[in-house]
């Protein structure tokens, strides 16, 4: 027997685990030796692209991003230990509100604001001990980086995919500027209190809408389901038909109405026009004209939000134009009504109104007096108001009896011979507005001149730059509609005097193409080169909150399916997974918030328990798609099993010789049961439950040096592979074990261990023995013993005749591994 030490090298270490110490000594000797620089090709490995959502530079990191990255972090170092050549970059979301707030309230310039908080969160984001490649870091703020985001705008452009339009802003009539919507509060303006107004303005948007369908068809997509099913509902796609509607005393107009139950139009008593429709001002009655301009004027002061509310006072969410259409179904006229909840920007900015079968339509009419007239028959049991499901057709002339589909079908080819209407398909989604009157984004590279009109900016001018140099005005006006120096330019056609669009994009076509950039960082002449894109995209696996699944998700795979169509990039999806996180909330079970004081700072963690034990935690303390609360009590007993893995790693073992003893044998099974568990657990992203079976077999391991001799080689076996399936989730700790016990460096650079499953068999298997059905006692046997053996075993048992109670049995049941049963009279 020898007793020894399990470090080559300890003297000049302190024998105590301390995080403080070891944690910065690595990410320095990582970060100067390139240990995760990515090249675009490694000879005999598969690429891997893996990417967790950019965060926005607003001063500091929280639980939430620790939460989202170090899983994240913990997923790609995997990969890469079993042999690809992983990607892994961070960037930042750099364009914002935030930053043009803390202008105008004369903290800071939005530039100098955001370079800091860059600076300060790279730093944090180091702290992490993730492998992000830097080299490839991405600033959406930087002229290098919203160059591109110009040139995508214009190749939108060239492929008409890119219009400006009219649409509704937040005006504030004070100030005389657009508001976001963050600055709308209570429908006042933050600033000065005035009452905010709704106002058309001329805006540019991208026709996302000309990829609707191939959108919806997300179902192949190894994304959850809950999100595919929020982006399918977002798109919201309707089969029906749309029809004219002749207006009664003005024989030479129509509006057109969308329906998708044109087998309930028999039973349509009104009909009903957003405010803001081109027609209201014409078709309105003198005598109705001041109540129905009062009721436009209110309108104008809601936000859209509030107008698609269910909640409110009916009775005043509605006014009569004084004027009525014709049905074309049965030539009867019906009155035409104004209300808040129609929007121009949606369908034909018009509906026809069937009350008997529509919830919100039975209100309105309840509440203005107007006739319901059911078309489709109920069940004798039903006791509602408006009847939404299917049933014979009534009161419906040619189409009485006919259920749903064959009345709708008959419907529509009526509309169609009448030339009255046809079959039509509508969604949901609008086109994406992407102007935003601010500073603080990337310019739309446009430029109006009054002799050639509209210009795109030639490509090889871009960037267009953001002057620093701009005047902030408390009124929120756009500092760049104040700049001459900005707006005052050269036609790019005619050289003649012209004006620079003052509009900024949306920050969200920014993060709509990012992860296309990190393949190809340094291009100066193209945003990403075939062979990058061919070489790294689509992304192999995508992290980051579902919360963004309509917004961020969806415009990313619009932009995606535009780059293809353009050439640019292989594939029909960016994603090719992706995984949606849980919340991180606060020690009280809140979502974390200043004012609720149950925040919980990370840099404060760090500091306290070491960024790896920080990870740990957050990963153990559930599943990662659930999240759960921070519960201080639970990151002290993974603070406790780190201590106690560093003792097992570095304190003195009794070694012996005996690889075929029980105890190596134990040793051996626990080892490639955990490789093995550890490895579906990562593949599954169940970091809960891999870091409990690490956590186990640190105790056993533990139990084994405190019991006496253990076998060198099932320990050094042991040892050696608990560092590296724990690698990837603590890779501070498990680096400075495995240097200390005299590995080669890095153990980064190790390859995943394999699971041995012949090691993996138990040597027995304990089998429960029943009389009558009641477990008297148990018997070990092993794994492949048949009825005969276990039934010995259980004979041998030292009280068996007194489980038998004397009687002779007549009948003995086994199930093969997991019970023996015997029955007695």
Known sequence: MTTETTSEATADLSDRYDPSAI??????????????????????????????????????????????????DALARYHRMRGYN????????????????????????????????????????KAMGAMFDWEREMNSSQP??????????????????????????????????????????????????????QRELEQWFFKITDY???????????????????????????????????????EDLEFRVFTTRPDTSFGMTFAVMAPEHPLVDQITSEAQRPEV??????????????????????????????????????????????????????????????????????????????????????????????????????????????????????????????????????????????????????????????SCGIQPVPEEELPVELPYDVEFRPTGESPLALSEEFVNTPCPVCDEPAKRETDTMDTFMCSSWYFMRYAD??????????????????????????????????????????????????GDEPFTRYYSQGQILGPDGRRMSKSRGNVVPPDDQVARWGADTFRAYLMFLGPWDQGGPYDVDGIVGVSRWLNRLWTVATSEVAFTDAPDSDEARAIRRATHQTIARVSTDIEDKAFNTAVAALMELTNTLHRAREAGEVDRTAWTEAMDSLLLILAPLCPHISEELWERRGNDYSIHLQSWPTADESAMVEDTVEIPVQVNGKVRDHVNVPPDADEDAVRAAAEALPRWSDHLGGKEPVRVIYVPGRMLNVVVK
């Open 521 to 570: 960082p340094g291009d100066d002449g193209a945003a990403i080169s075939w062979d990058a894109a061919t070489a790294w995209l689509p992304i192999d696996q995508y992290t980051g909150g579902s919360e963004h699944a309509v917004m961020h998700l969806l415009y990313s795979r619009f932009f995606y399916k535009a780059a293809r169509d353009m050439g640019i990039v292989p």
């Open 144 to 197: 290098d980086y919203y160059r591109w985001t110009q040139w995508w705008f214009l190749q939108l452009y060239n492929k008409g995919l890119a219009e400006r339009k009219t649409a509704p802003v937040n005006w504030c009539p004070t100030d005389n500027t657009v508001l976001a919507n963050e600055q709308v509060v209570g429908g006042r303006c933050e600033r000065c209190d005035s009452l905010v107004e």
């Open 23 to 72: 944690e910065p000594k690595w990410r320095a000797r990582w970060e100067a030796d390139q240990l995760y620089r990515t090249p675009d090709h490694v000879e005999g490995k598969e690429n891997r692209y893996h990417l967790t959502m950019l965060p926005y530079p607003s001063g500091d990191l929280h639980v939430g991003h620790w939460f989202a990255m170090t899983p994240s």
């Open 212 to 250: 609707a369908e191939e959108l919806l068809d997300n179902e192949a997509m190894d994304w959850p389901e809950h999100v595919k099913l929020m982006q399918r509902n977002w798109i919201g796609r309707s089969e029906g038909a749309e029809f004219g509607m002749k207006i009664q005393g003005h």
């Open 86 to 125: 992983v990607m892994f970059p961070m960037g930042f979301d750099a364009f914002g509100l935030p930053a043009e707030n803390a202008a105008f309230k004369g903290d800071a310039h939005p530039k100098d604001w955001t370079d800091a908080n860059v600076a300060h969160m790279r730093e944090q984001l």
């Open 293 to 450: 301009e009062a009721f436009v004027e209110r309108t104008r002061l809601a936000t859209e939000i509030e107008r698609l509310s269910t909640e409110g006072d009916v009775g005043k969410r509605g006014v009569f134009t004084g004027t009525h259409a014709i049905n074309p179904f049965n030539n009867q006229p019906v009155p035409i009504y104004l209300a808040d909840y129609v929007l121009m920007s949606y369908g034909t900015g018009a509906i026809m109104a069937v009350p008997g079968q529509d919830d919100r339509d039975w209100d309105f009419a309840k509440a203005y007096d107007l006739p319901i007239l059911r078309t489709v028959q109920p069940p004798d049991d039903f006791e509602g108001d408006a009847y939404t499901g299917d049933g014979p057709a009534i009161n419906s002339d040619w189409l009485d009896g006919l259920y749903k589909e064959e009345a709708i079908a008959k419907a529509i080819t009526w509309l169609e011979d009448q030339g009255i209407g046809e079959r039509q398909v509508n969604y949901r989604l609008r086109d994406w507005l992407i102007s935003r009157q601010r500073y603080w984004g990337a310019p739309i590279p446009m430029v109006y001149c009054n």
